[in-house]
């Protein structure tokens, strides 16, 4: 009896340290989504007139877009990876105690 409580408790720790683990890649994907939101404008094109009959690029504003994000993705990436990894691993852990303790995810809830 009380070995299945341990191992109810135990379980109950590493799902909560992998729910932890997911939050903050969640957090991490706000505040590069916030960060985005915030220099749109600044990628906006300047509302100046046509030069020489040539009217604004429409693709140059997404092409502003992608290279802002592509910098602030690569600036956290590490930290992205990593925690990744340590996702992967609380997985991987998760699912060989249930497998060696016989415990189902229906059984947890």
């Given amino acids: 009896m009380t070995t299945s409580l341990d191992r109810r408790a135990q379980l109950a720790r590493m799902e909560e340290a992998r729910r932890q683990t997911q939050r903050q890649l969640d957090m991490i994907d706000r505040q590069i989504t916030r960060r985005m939101t915030a220099l749109i404008p600044q990628l906006q094109p300047r509302r100046t007139a046509y030069r020489r009959g040539k009217p604004p690029d429409p693709g140059a504003f997404l092409e502003r877009y ?21 996702l992967a691993r609380q997985d991987r852990a998760i699912a060989a105690f249930r497998e060696r303790h016989g415990s189902s995810p229906s059984q947890a809830a």
């Fill in 66 to 86: 992608r290279a802002n994000l592509a910098a602030l993705s690569a600036e956290r990436q590490p930290e992205i990876d990593a925690l990744a990894r340590k």
